[in-house]
Antibody, heavy 118, light 113 residues
Framework: EVQLVESGGGLVQPGGSLRLSCAAS????????MNWVRQAPGKGLEWVSF????????YYADSVKGRFTISRDNVKDSLYLQMNSLRAEDTAVYYC???????????WGQGTMVTVSS | DIVMTQSPDSLAVSLGERATINCKSS????????????LAWYQQKPGQPPKLLIY???TRESGVPDRFSGSGSGTDFTLTISSLQAEDVAVYYC?????????FGQGTKLKIK
């Protein structure tokens, strides 16, 4: 079964750091680009970051550029998001999502909740 | 950034009737090199992650019922549900991937009338 499972969310103080992980299974992870997408409570979807299949190409939303770092380990079939200098507005469910040739997101994890609060 | 604007924000349709959701991009998402629109539609039900319905503006994802269809090109797009079923109650989002800064529309909440 094709699956993505996120972990690493939790409660963190403003200015703190958190590292999210996304474990992939059921497909050849190294063949696909990957993304992080977040959703604040009761709000819409916001794309956060993209990494190409090899890891050589990376993009970030302006709202997280310079604070978040996306990476992947194609040996461990895992995607990561290092989040630093966290702010209250980063509070959201964070989803990892597989990219397609059409640059759409065809497989999504269940999400992990990140709460930034003192 | 490309801004995606959906209309309406909320929509109530009777079972068996047609539902139409619109999405407008602030600039064209049509790649001239391959004549494809980099526009996707997603369905999100409460407590669930989004589900891909349509990509390249009109290509239905595998397993998606054929009552869902997408149309449009350039800057104006439409998601149509031909005969609304109870299980179609959800929030629907459009998303562009023409630009490297991907963006979503604000979402349209679809309810039963």
């Amino acid at each position: 079964e094709v699956q993505l499972v996120e972990s690493g969310g939790g409660l963190v103080q403003p200015g703190g750091s958190l590292r999210l992980s996304c474990a992939a299974s059921g497909f050849i992870f190294s063949s696909y680009s990957m993304n992080w997408v977040r959703q604040a409570p009761g709000k819409g979807l916001e794309w956060v970051s993209f990494v190409s299949s090899s890891g050589a190409i990376i993009y970030y939303a302006d709202s997280v550029k310079g604070r978040f770092t996306i990476s992947r380990d194609n040996v461990k079939d895992s995607l990561y998001l290092q989040m630093n200098s966290l702010r209250a507005e980063d509070t959201a469910v964070y989803y990892c999502a597989r990219g397609t040739l059409a640059s759409a997101f065809d497989i999504w994890g269940q999400g992990t909740m990140v709460t930034v609060s003192s | 950034d490309i801004v995606m604007t959906q209309s309406p924000d909320s929509l109530a349709v009777s079972l068996g009737e047609r539902a139409t959701i619109n999405c407008k991009s602030s600039q064209s998402v049509l790649y001239s090199s391959n004549n494809k629109n980099y526009l996707a539609w997603y369905q999100q039900k409460p407590g669930q992650p989004p589900k891909l319905l349509i990509y390249w503006a009109s290509t239905r994802e595998s397993g998606v019922p054929d009552r869902f269809s997408g149309s449009g090109s350039g800057t104006d797009f439409t998601l149509t549900i031909s005969s609304l079923q109870a299980e179609d109650v959800a929030v629907y989002y459009c998303q562009q991937s023409y630009d490297t800064l991907y963006t979503f529309g604000q979402g349209t909440k679809l309810k039963i009338k």
